[in-house]
């Protein structure tokens, strides 16, 4: 998975829209839309910065869609909560989600 790809589905992920990035990161919505799947454009350093830090991930997830070696590895706690989550219905796991969003807004 690419850039395009992984923006995407963090924007989905987290319930945001193109716009409410453009506007927490001061990329113009056009620049933006270039971005998305089917286009061949890659973001500049600084942008994907810009958008790592609003997304709070990091560049290698939005450049390559995989997670950080400390969440790849076999004993970690969270890597057993991401097969926990993988079994979840559709609904079960957006419930969680927005709670996960609800706990993230509070702190």
């Known amino acids: 998975m690419g850039f395009a790809e992984t923006l ?4 989905e ?3 945001m ?3 409410e990035l453009s506007q927490k990161t001061g990329i113009s919505v056009n620049t933006l839309n270039k971005y998305r799947p ?14 790592a830090k ?3 991930v990091s560049i290698d997830y939005l450049a390559t869609g995989k997670l950080d070696e400390e969440i790849n590895s076999e004993n970690s ?10 079994m979840f219905s559709k609904n079960d796991f957006e ?10 807004e509070k702190y």
Do not use: M
């Open 8 to 11: 995407r589905d963090e924007l």
């Open 13 to 15: 992920y987290q319930g």
């Open 17 to 19: 829209q193109v716009k």
């Open 38 to 51: 089917g286009s061949t454009v890659s973001p500049t350093l600084e942008n994907a910065q810009k958008i």
């Open 54 to 56: 609003i997304l709070n």
């Open 77 to 86: 706690d969270l890597q057993k909560l991401i097969k926990d989550l993988k």
């Open 95 to 104: 419930t969680v989600r927005l709670v996960v969003k609800s706990l993230r």
